[in-house]
């Protein structure tokens, strides 16, 4: 049999990075107590109005063909949305609607670049962004963070980076895994670098909703900078509705068309009563919004205390979105090392930081997806663990 290079360019992308997670899946499917820590799925319910216009939306006959760029009232609710958000006009004519974040990272992608092209990406990054710069074959380019700077990128870090092949940039803020949320400041500065360059700009804010205290901004929000930026987003996560499969990306009036062609190659539509739900999602307040938001804080202010006066987790308190990564260096092993032992002598299943990239090294991600009781249970045998792994060590 012979393929497309595309398949083999994504061998070994995806599933490996999941193997303490497909893991602790099975132990708890076999009925072991196991505490899932290790996906980033919402817990708490979705808004009831948004569940109420999908089930009345369906049954009312909206299941025909959507048009291709998304449902006239949906893509008017995303650009008012946005509108609302960046305080400048978003017309309908810059939205594409996508089915959720990964499908619109995807046709960004695939319009922007190709073989021979860069992808400049701050590491660590989300699971699938490898995958998604190699799908459209040009070069995944990780840009350093350190943990000290909280994984912040700096437009310093960027332009080191560059090259003259350098296409795009695919910024994630708040950040999957680490939780950093860029400053206006920073923005800036990094689109400072991106004109210089005149590179694309790729912002995934699946979790802009996810704000602790640090507010969100995104460069497509910036006048000087939103011409070369595509927002990518979706109600997965600030509405607890990843199944849904309901987002978007916004771009330059001149981008969207060619997103369409792309999208129209691949989907040619969505489900109109999913499309409906969405405009209810983003047209009205929903409490249940707010309460995931202040839930996540909670938790990460819980997970964090937990290891107060640690001397072998370091755990910094995230700034947005629903993780945090523990430092766990001094037990000098890899994340992914003590992920495995953590499941299978404490039955806590985590992400190994180094799923999200080299930057990612040495720390374990913690979904913040249980109550606090749970998490703090967690919490108490990841630390138990940890510190006798550094008196082994000492
Ligand atoms: C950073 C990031 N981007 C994209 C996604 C996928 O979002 P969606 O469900 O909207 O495709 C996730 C999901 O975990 C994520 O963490």
Redesign the pocket.
């Known amino acids: 049999m012979k393929f497309a290079p595309i398949s083999d360019r994504l061998t070994g992308l995806g599933a490996a990075k999941w193997a303490v997670h497909v893991e602790g899946l099975r132990r708890a499917s076999l009925g072991e107590p196991v505490i899932l820590l290790s996906i ?1 799925e919402p817990d708490l319910p979705p808004p009831a109005s948004v569940l109420d216009k999908a089930t009345s939306s369906l049954r009312a006959g909206r299941t025909r063909y959507a048009a291709g760029q998304g449902e006239p009232e949906t893509l008017l609710a995303i650009a008012d949305h946005l509108t609302r958000r960046s305080g400048f006009r978003v017309t309908p004519e810059q939205v594409l609607f996508t ?7 995807c046709t960004a992608l695939l319009t922007l670049v190709q073989a021979g092209d860069e992808v400049l990406v701050p590491d660590p990054y ?1 699971a ?1 962004y490898e995958g998604l710069v190699a799908a459209s074959g040009a070069t995944f380019v990780p840009v350093p963070t350190l943990p000290e700077d909280n994984f912040h990128v700096t437009a310093r870090a960027i332009e080191n980076a560059i090259t003259s092949r350098t296409k795009v940039l695919l910024l ?1 803020t708040p ?2 895994p680490t939780g950093a949320v860029l400053s206006v400041s920073e923005i800036d500065a990094i689109g400072d670098v991106c004109e210089r360059h005149d590179l694309w700009i790729i912002c ?1 804010e ?2 802009a909703d996810m704000t602790y205290d640090a507010p969100f901004c995104s460069p497509f929000d910036r006048p000087h900078l939103r011409d070369r930026t595509l927002a990518v ?5 600030s509405h607890a509705l ?1 199944g849904f ?3 978007w990306v916004a771009s330059h009036p001149d981008v969207t068309p060619r997103l369409i062609l792309v999208a129209e190659a691949m989907l040619f539509g969505s489900q109109p009563f999913i499309e409906d739900a969405l405009a209810v999602a983003l047209n009205e307040k929903h409490p249940e919004v707010e309460r995931l938001r202040l839930a996540f804080r909670e938790r990460a202010e819980t997970l964090i205390k937990s290891f107060e006066g640690s001397k072998a987790i370091t755990a910094r308190m995230p700034e947005g ?1 629903m993780f945090v990564m523990l430092d766990i260096r001094k037990t000098k092993l890899t994340g992914e090392q003590f992920a495995w032992q953590l499941l299978k002598q404490e039955n806590v299943s985590v992400m190994p930081g180094e799923s999200f990239g080299n930057g990612g090294a040495g720390h374990i991600r913690i979904a913040l997806t249980v109550d606090s009781a749970i998490l703090r249970d967690a919490c108490a045998r990841i630390r138990s663990l940890a510190e006798k792994l550094v008196a082994a060590v000492n």
């Open positions: 980033g089915a959720g974040t990964q499908n619109g990272l989300y699938t994630n950040s999957n995934d699946v979790y987003s979706s109600i997965s996560k990843p499969r309901a987002g979105g």
